[in-house]
């Protein structure tokens, strides 16, 4: 069988062609990155983990109504997605001050924010995807002031999804990143979460003991990533509550 024809290979992920014109097959790869790929490593199953996690997020937020270029998993690594045209955002939301925040503004980690606060950086590993300003989106023509009004939007909604399914499971949503694309259907534009939702991309703390369950494991060395994400699912009910190895074994 002729070898699928690879469209982009990032740091954590492969697109393929997709089987329909306007789809790509998203392949999870276990490779991990911190500090714009400064920090290398392999992890066994963490691709596996977030394909699984990934589809969870994301056909629940298909379920709520907020659109996302999530069409289905394909197996245990794949996942059949719409293709979009990624805008060069990372759309960041916070609920609680951690990571860069924390150090810009000299806030200890985890202190409640008075609201939810969202931030974009520009979409660029050579720069280091630097913060940038609105004005900056809107003056470069990243996004219009509409387009930034829906994507406020909808990263609320995302927000106020992930924080209720985390909290469901005792686990407190401190920030996350997502990007989004864009889909052309005739003569309309629509905007659609895309990318992963997964724990590489978000802070997710314990409630009752503060345990990190996300990426900041492998960034900060705290132990095992695969045993963090792992227990993500299994509290989300994702695998099979006898699972706590580093192979997981996934429900269908
Ligand atoms: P930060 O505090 O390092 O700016 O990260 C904010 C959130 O964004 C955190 O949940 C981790 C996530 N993130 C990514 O998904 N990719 C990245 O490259 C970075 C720097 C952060």
Partial sequence: ??????????KAKILYEGPQPGT??????????????????????????????????MTGLNQIGVPTHFIERINMREQLIRAVEIIPLE??????????????????????????IIEFSYKDDALGDPLVPEEYIIAFGW???????????LAL?????????????????????IEIGRIYDGDFMRLVVADEISPDSCRLWDIKTGQKLD????????????????EVARRLGVMPANVTNTKPTLIN
């Avoid at 069988?1 to 990032?10: C, T, V």
């Avoid at 991990?32 to 992890?43: D, L, Q, R, S, V």
């Avoid at 996004?143 to 939007?153: K, P």
């Avoid at 990426?215 to 792992?230: C, Q």
């Fill in 1 to 10: 069988m002729a070898r699928r024809k690879k469209i982009y290979e990032g």
């Fill in 215 to 230: 990426k900041d494991v492998f960034r900060r060395d705290l132990g095992n990533l695969t045993d963090a994400y792992t």
């Fill in 143 to 153: 996004a219009s002031q509409q387009d930034l009004d829906d994507i406020v939007a």
């Fill in 157 to 177: 909604r995302v927000n106020d999804f992930m924080a209720g399914v985390m909290y469901g499971v005792g686990i407190k949503l401190i920030d996350f990143k």
């Fill in 91 to 116: 759309v960041i939301v916070r609920n609680y001050a951690a990571g860069s925040m924390a150090k810009r503004l000299g806030m200890e980690e985890g202190q409640q924010l008075p609201r939810p």
């Fill in 24 to 57: 790509l097959v998203q392949y999870f790869k276990d490779d991990a990155t911190a500090f714009n790929a400064e920090k290398k490593a392999t992890i066994e199953g963490k691709g596996v983990l977030n394909n699984r996690l990934s589809e969870f997020f």
